[in-house]
């Protein structure tokens, strides 16, 4: 039973596409978040749901747009591709925003993406 | 604003010998501190925690101590193994905050 799953798993499209990641998870967490790992295995966060509602939006193209349908779901949409894009996207999900430092952040998988 | 640095890698050695990866860090308040690890292919896994002053986390042989004076975080295991060859994260959450704040990771490589 995968706690975080992401999907795709691998993502090669064209730079100008439009392309979505999905992420679910069966953990009954409140908050979700989208990480991007560069090529340099640098991580840093994108986004933050808690409870549908973004919390967290780092300065981030407003060609990203997180969509959260449900607590469970939180997926990540990316309009006009461009070759800078080309990352892992990790997908994380943990008990309670407000719940504090004690709370682990569970992470999917990751979804490689890159844009040709 | 918050930030974690970390020793430049690869860190290579041989299997049993003695590992330590620095990680200091400045944050407001008194943060905790996490070490991920992400092994080749896979997602990042949580090693071990620490969410206080001289806190000391522990899992699978590894070990790390909150250094609130020295600000840091080293991470520290007695006897590696080839499995251990992985990129390992420092982070720390500020308090009152769940997003986390990465280093830019250490890989180690262990050889036989």
């Known amino acids: 039973d995968t706690a975080v799953s992401q999907t795709p798993k691998y993502l090669v499209t064209q730079m100008g596409n439009d392309k979505s990641i999905k992420c679910e998870q069966n953990l009954g967490h409140d908050t979700m978040y989208w990480y991007k790992q560069d090529s340099k295995k640098f991580l840093k966060i994108m986004f933050s749901y808690n409870n549908k509602e973004l919390i967290i939006n780092e300065t981030v193209p407003n060609r990203f747009s997180p969509k959260s349908p449900d607590k469970a779901h939180l997926n990540l949409h990316i309009n006009s591709l461009e070759l800078g894009d080309s990352a892992v996207y990790f997908c994380a999900s943990s008990q309670d925003f407000a719940g504090g430092p004690q709370e682990t952040q569970y992470f999917g998988p990751g979804t490689r993406l890159l844009v040709l | 604003g918050d930030s974690v640095t970390q020793m430049e890698g690869p860190v290579t050695l041989s299997e049993e010998a003695f590992l330590t990866i620095n990680c200091t860090y400045t944050a407001t308040g008194y943060p905790s501190l996490f070490w991920y690890v992400q092994y080749p292919g896979e997602g990042l896994q949580l090693l071990l925690k620490a969410t206080k002053a001289d806190d000391k986390g522990s899992n699978k042989g590894f070990e790390a101590t909150y250094r609130k004076e020295t600000t840091s975080f080293h991470l520290e295991k007695g006897s590696v193994q080839v499995s251990d060859s992985a990129v390992y994260f420092c982070?720390?959450?500020?308090?009152?905050?769940?997003?986390?704040?990465f280093g830019k990771g250490t890989m180690l490589l262990v050889s036989p």
């Open positions: 982070a720390l959450v500020r308090s009152g905050y769940s997003t986390l704040t």
